[in-house]
């Protein structure tokens, strides 16, 4: 699952792509538009107290692609390698400036919600040239043969060219899950769910600051539209903690009043906008985090560890991973009755813990 990390110029996305991946990138890339992918670990405490009852030979946390492609902009989004990468992904994150620097000249006044909305306009127009090119087509098909797919299409279509003439973008549509289906082609980019990141200033009450700073700016409302959220952090203080050891670095955070980095705020909030759970496997070998869409079924977890599992599948033995902890071992939550066994279509929830048990 990819994330791409858009924004106006001089936001600091390039500088928050390089802390999230850690990335090594050249100061000055050779082209502009060059897109870099790079992976995040996902920070995941549950994971990580299971290992410390299990002292497990290897540890492995589940990741979130991000790609860094350059400043968007109406010019960008006609370039076909620019708008090739951005269709790609499966949800936006726009960072959006709200600090002062002098080292990094402004381009225009700060304003949050300005910015928001000129990017989404981007976004739309992008889209509604996309549409009116395909409504054409259609037109000139239905006039030589009406079949009842293509005249779906062209309704579907046009009912989503009248959204965004309402200036609002896809991803607030009410569609059926045949309409996504049916849409999924065209990789729409108003359609994929956005997270904004505020990019703070550093301050002596930063942990305050980040607290407040979605309601502070007034995003408040725009973070709770369909398949939308909201996050701030303060991209120069990611950049010191980056460079720290894990006792400085908790050391730092507590100075400002956080328990956390912004980073794993915003990672977590790019697996919910993703709508990625995570469920866990533990053993002496290894305890690791598989991630699997929302409401996936038990077989369907299994095929994300091997598809032999889900082919092959039986039952899964399953506990909430804190039950796992308070038991102290897996004999002992089978003796209290905590861990259970459960079928093919269990619904697996967030923090199961999940032993498959398989023919194959």
């Not at 928050?16 to 060059?34: D, G, M, V, Y």
């Not at 790609?67 to 708008?83: C, F, H, P, S």
């Not at 082609?185 to 550093?202: C, Q």
Request: aromatic share 6%.
């Amino acid at each position: 699952m990819k994330t791409g990390i858009i924004g106006l110029p001089q936001v600091g996305k390039t500088s928050l792509f390089r802390i999230l991946t850690k990335a090594h990138l050249s100061a000055q890339a050779s082209n502009p538009r060059e897109a870099h992918i790079g992976v995040a670990k996902v920070p995941d405490d549950r994971l990580d107290r299971l290992a410390a009852l299990y002292n497990p030979k290897k540890l492995t946390h589940t990741s979130v692609e991000y790609v860094d492609v350059g400043a968007i902009g109406q010019d960008a989004l006609k370039e076909t390698a620019y708008i090739g990468h951005l269709r790609q992904v499966d949800a936006l994150a726009h960072v959006v400036r709200v600090f002062e620097d002098p080292a990094v000249p402004l381009v225009a006044e700060i304003d949050p919600l300005r910015d928001i909305k000129n990017v989404e306009f981007d976004l739309m127009v992008s889209d509604l040239g996309q549409i009116e090119k395909r409504l054409e087509r259609l037109e000139k098909d239905l006039k030589k043969m009406k079949t009842p797919e293509l005249e779906k299409e062209f309704e579907l279509l046009k009912r989503a060219n009248a959204h965004l003439g309402s200036e609002k973008p896809l991803r607030e549509m009410e569609m059926t899950p045949e309409d996504k289906k049916r849409l999924r082609g065209f990789m729409f980019l108003s359609e994929k769910p956005i997270f904004y990141v505020l990019n703070i200033g550093e301050s002596t009450e930063l942990g305050k600051e980040l607290d407040e700073a979605v309601s502070k700016f007034n995003l408040t409302e725009i973070a709770a539209r369909p398949n939308a959220a909201a996050t701030a952090i303060c991209g120069k203080v990611e950049a010191d903690l980056a460079e720290m050891s894990d006792a400085d670095a908790a050391e730092f955070l507590s100075s400002y009043g956080l328990k956390e980095s912004g980073l794993v705020r915003l990672i977590r909030t790019t697996y919910k906008l993703l709508g990625l759970i995570s469920f866990f496997t533990a053993g002496e070998d290894e305890c690791r985090a598989w991630q699997v869409p929302a409401r996936s079924r038990a077989q369907e977890a299994a095929g994300a560890i091997h598809s032999d599992l889900e082919k092959h599948f039986i039952r899964a033995e399953t506990i909430r991973w804190d039950q796992l902890l308070e038991a102290g071992s897996e004999a002992n939550a089978r003796a209290k009755g905590t861990l259970r066994l459960e079928g093919k279509d269990y619904i697996v929830q967030d923090g199961d813990v999940m032993h498959i048990r398989h023919s194959g």
